[in-house]
């Protein structure tokens, strides 16, 4: 037997040690807990996951139409009691109907909405006890609707945002598959929904809206059922909402998507101008308009400073109405502008209590 023989056995050794070594070492450095098999696939390595995690159900995120797979939904609804008692969380199917994609509001037979129905303002008796559908209860004094657009992109900022007063209202996006659940999430929380309608700009290669953007191009038949189609992405929300972009030039084009959606029991909050102002009243949709961007600037005096000037609109003209994108520091200083807002005799109000139906 030579040399290099006789050393096979003690070098197999040392090796095989080595290996249970760095084996062992592993095991305690991530923390693997269970057996471990030597018997191919039938044994099972156990990594214990935090606990949150065990608690969360991941919800489908599957690509349509573009949606953002990255941001997989709120997960379940908390285990604790609900404060609050509106809007209703549970889905009524009697405001639903088919479409081609899918569920979309529709007014009911006993004239029952869903802008009324899932407002965050508790519904009240007409006037003189009659017996029509029911209307929300509006605060007196000067009041103020702030409303967060583009949520359910990012989860992390999307799941924070129900920390604001319930009062503040959520445009969701319709480019994530789990539209409807951060939808759910939100009005369990207190908040009013509303689903953003994104529309094309005049210089697409600029500022590309997505695929599921409203054209100007095209027939009236064309663009209700791309509205249909954004509809079809949410659940339990009291309208739609966007900025107006082509249709700011031509404000015709979305009279037959106003009609539908007045139809339909809906209504429309305009971001960042009043182009279609006329053509909602034209129609007999219930509309209102924000154009005070609160996050042009993300310095937090000048949020503050936008806030204070939010007041003073309140108080001159009645109303003061305002948008945000969900940027966390715009959030943080609303919340705490909003704690002394009662004391200065301005109530902070749902954006469906300024939605007034031009019938």
């Known amino acids: 037997m030579d040399l290099k023989s006789s050393r096979l056995p003690f070098f197999g050794m040392v090796a095989l040690l080595l290996g249970i070594g760095l084996g062992a070492a592993t095991m305690w450095l991530f923390d693997i807990r269970g057996d471990v098999s030597l018997e191919g696939t039938q044994g099972e390595v156990v990594m214990p996951l935090p606990a949150t995690l065990h608690e969360e159900v991941p919800a489908p995120t599957e690509m349509i139409y573009g949606v953002d797979w990255h941001s997989p939904g709120p997960g379940p609804l908390p285990k604790e009691e609900r404060i609050n008692t509106r809007p209703p ?38 006037a003189k006890g009659g017996s029509g559908p029911a209307v929300n209860a509006v605060a007196s004094g000067p009041r103020i609707a702030i409303m967060v657009i583009d949520l359910g992109l990012d989860k992390q900022v999307s799941s924070q945002s129900v920390a604001l007063p319930p009062a503040l209202s959520f445009g969701v996006s319709p480019y994530v598959s789990t539209t409807a659940d951060w939808q759910r999430f939100m009005r369990w929380n207190g908040h009013e929904t509303l689903t953003m309608m994104p529309v094309e700009t005049s210089n697409p290669n600029e500022k590309d809206e997505g695929a599921l953007a409203l054209t100007v191009d095209g027939s009236d038949a064309d663009r209700i059922d791309e509205a249909q189609q954004v509809m079809s992405r949410g659940l339990g929300y009291i309208g739609l909402t966007g900025a107006a972009n082509s249709f700011a030039v031509e404000p015709e084009a979305f009279a037959a998507v106003a009609g539908d959606l007045a139809g339909r029991g809906l209504g429309f909050v ?27 600037d993300l310095t937090p005096a000048l949020i503050d400073r936008q ?10 003209s009645g109303v003061g109405t305002a948008y945000t994108r969900p940027v966390p520091v715009v959030l943080d200083r609303i919340w705490n502008w909003s704690q002394g807002l009662s004391e200065k005799g301005i109530t902070l109000v749902p954006v469906s209590e300024l939605m007034q139906s031009p019938g």
């Open 270 to 296: 305009e971001i960042g101008g009043t182009f279609l102002q006329q053509i909602a009243a034209e129609q007999g949709l219930p509309y209102t308009a924000m154009t005070m961007a609160l996050d042009n």
């Open 307 to 316: 806030l204070r000037d939010l007041e003073r609109l309140a108080l001159a």
């Open 89 to 126: 969380v549970e889905i009524f199917t009697k405001l639903l109907e088919n479409s081609p994609y899918g569920r979309i509001p529709r007014r009911s037979e006993d004239g029952s909405t869903s802008l009324r129905t899932y407002a965050a303002a508790e519904p009240v008796a007409e």
